[in-house]
């Protein structure tokens, strides 16, 4: 199994612009997150869904939106790109809210120019 | 506020020798902890976990501690060898089981 996909796996975005990260993960997992990652930082929570249909705002959401349609996918949306949002972002899911293990996609390494 | 705590600078140690790496935290009473490993370019990966109620977790040359008395929880890497070379990182669940993330420590192994 392929596990948590992400594309792409790297952009550069000029400040002002949209952007639409895509997630997808085939483990039927029913909760997944988005994270973004910065140097000296620990992981930041953006957003998760506990569920397909339900979705919820973590740590740093602002900038940020999520949609959760299905099981198997979660995109999350920059709407107008600024460059604080220069960042890696990582996908993850796990079986359960709250359950033990998150599996981590690929990430995707974003410049907002 | 709320922090977790692992050490920033770089932990050298040679092939064969044991690597310890501390997590701290405050203001937090986890229901667990737990620790991942992340190569550059790549998401992390999930090593271990250990509950509140738990002194101790082993798994192969990996054992990790936790006191919730010092709030510190270590993360041991015995018999080094250089393919163990990554950052490691921890992890806690807060009250809503969302994970809090240290920034992580990274673990160089010399042959």
């Known amino acids: 199994t392929a596990g948590i996909t992400q594309a792409p796996t790297s952009q550069i975005l000029a400040a002002g612009r949209s952007m639409t990260l895509r997630c997808t993960q085939d483990?039927?997992?029913?909760?997944m997150y988005w994270y973004r990652q910065d140097l000296g930082l620990g992981l930041r929570l953006i957003h998760y869904?506990?569920?397909?249909?339900?979705?919820g705002k973590g740590e740093v959401p602002d900038g940020y939106s999520v949609s959760r349609a299905n099981t198997d996918d979660f995109p999350l949306t920059l709407a107008s790109a600024v460059p604080s949002q220069t960042s890696v972002y990582f996908c993850?899911?796990?079986?359960?809210?709250?359950?033990?293990?998150?599996?981590f996609g690929p990430g995707t390494r974003l410049t907002v120019l | 506020s709320q922090k977790i705590e692992q050490n920033s600078e770089a932990l050298n140690i040679q092939e064969g020798k044991t690597a310890t790496l501390t997590c701290n935290y405050t203001?937090?009473?986890?229901?667990?902890l737990q620790w991942y490993r992340q190569d550059p370019g790549r998401g992390p990966v999930f090593l271990l976990l250990?509950?509140?109620n738990e002194k101790e977790k082993r798994k192969e040359r990996l054992k990790v501690t936790f006191d919730t008395t010092l709030k510190q929880s270590l993360f041991h890497i015995t018999a080094s060898q250089p393919a163990d070379s990554a950052t490691y990182l921890c992890?806690?669940?807060?009250?809503?089981?969302?994970?809090?993330w240290g920034a992580g420590t990274k673990l160089i192994i010399k042959p």
């Open positions: 483990m039927r997992h029913n909760a």
């Open positions: 203001n937090y009473s986890p229901a667990y």
């Open positions: 993850a899911s796990s079986e359960i809210h709250g359950s033990d293990t998150q599996y």
């Open positions: 992890a806690l669940a807060d009250s809503n089981y969302q994970l809090i």
């Open positions: 869904s506990n569920t397909a249909g339900t979705t």
């Open positions: 250990i509950r509140e």
